[in-house]
């Protein structure tokens, strides 16, 4: 099956700093989503982007699907931006929506 | 508009037991697909069903079991639960499709603890 690395897999900021957090995929995929879980477990979408650039506030996130691999962009971290990131997708391969996740990324931003 | 749901939150089970875990998905949605998180890991897939018939199957044992109803609501079901079974489960919706499932929203979680 698919491959899904994220690097780096802890990150810890100061509170303004920005990060990029990467996603590598090793075959074609349908569908990329990132996320965000937060401490009580709940995943929230941040990006649908199998293709292309999107913005939303502070995050932006960029998939290079003929390369295989996908950034998620914080600018001006906040501590509320903490928790772990996820970078999932659905490979061409497999019919129906089976998502593959990768291990995530721990951030930590610190006041 | 109300987002994916399940219950129960929480539950506690000792070992053999059985447990039922409940989804509904997002209005208009007909896809349901469920994933287990163990501490530490990324969500791994169990589940998709689509229009009430499986579509996808995660590499779990029989023990697990599922099904969706005919307003796209769904159960998942866990026999002679182990240990290993202690997890977040998680239930996702999507439009679904044929082909094409689309962006795929997720539920608040159920986190059994088998004792």
């Known amino acids: 099956g698919i491959q899904v690395e994220q690097s780096p897999p802890d990150l810890i900021l100061q509170e303004g700093a920005n990060s990029t957090l990467r996603c590598n995929f090793s075959?074609?995929?349908?569908?990329l989503q990132w996320f965000h879980q937060n401490p009580w477990g709940q995943l929230i979408n941040l990006f649908y982007?199998?293709?292309g650039t999107k913005q939303n506030g502070r995050l932006s996130a960029t998939t290079v699907a003929t390369e295989r691999y996908s950034l998620l962009y914080i600018s001006s971290s906040q501590t509320t931006d903490s928790g772990v990131y996820f970078c999932?997708?659905?490979?061409?391969?497999?019919?129906?929506?089976?998502?593959?996740f990768g291990e995530g990324t721990q951030l930590t931003v610190n006041p | 508009d109300a987002g994916v749901t399940q219950s129960p939150t929480h539950l506690i089970k000792t070992r053999g037991q059985q447990v039922t875990l409940r989804c509904s998905p997002i209005?208009?949605?007909?896809?349901v697909s469920w994933y287990q998180q163990v501490l530490g890991q990324g969500p791994q897939f169990i589940f998709q069903?689509?229009?009430?018939?499986?579509?996808g199957r995660g590499n779990f044992p029989d023990r697990f079991s599922a099904r969706q109803f005919p307003n796209y609501s769904s159960e998942l079901n866990v026999n002679a639960l182990l240990l290993g079974d202690s997890a977040l489960y998680l239930c996702?919706?999507?439009?679904?499709?044929?082909?094409?499932?689309?962006?795929?929203?997720f539920g608040p979680g159920t986190r059994l603890t088998v004792l």
């Open positions: 996702a919706s999507s439009l679904g499709g044929v082909v094409l499932s689309g962006e795929q929203f």
């Open positions: 075959d074609s995929v349908n569908n």
């Open positions: 982007i199998p293709s």
């Open positions: 999932a997708v659905e490979d061409q391969e497999t019919s129906g929506s089976r998502l593959t």
């Open positions: 209005s208009g949605h007909k896809s």
């Open positions: 069903y689509y229009e009430k018939e499986e579509r």
